[in-house]
């Protein structure tokens, strides 16, 4: 997954209802954004798996053509990122 920007974090709103938490996840800047939405299943206290849609489209991806994927997606602190860091951004990097 690719980042938008470093310079505005995006935001992340999630919620539970019986035992299942939903995610629905935005960041955006100039034109350019990324959207992650659906189930969230906890992996461990660094990871989690987001199954639903992600929306993203921005001018270093897929040719600034909207690329939309639907499934099973697998995120983590990815690189030099710890795990304080990661709490802070919105839409963490995926493996």
């Not at 939405?37 to 993203?56: D, H, P, S, W, Y």
């Amino acid at each position: 997954m690719q980042w938008i920007s470093w310079e505005k974090f995006g935001t992340a709103l999630v919620t539970r209802k019986d035992d299942t938490l939903y995610m629905d996840a935005r960041q955006e800047l100039d034109g350019k954004y990324i959207t992650a939405q659906g189930t969230i299943r906890i992996v461990n206290a660094r990871e989690f798996i987001l199954k639903g849609e992600i929306v993203m489209k921005a001018d270093h991806f897929n040719d600034r053509q909207l690329c939309e994927r639907k499934g099973e997606f697998h995120f983590k602190p990815w690189g030099h990122a710890d795990i304080g860091e990661c709490r802070k951004v919105s839409i963490l990097a995926m493996a």
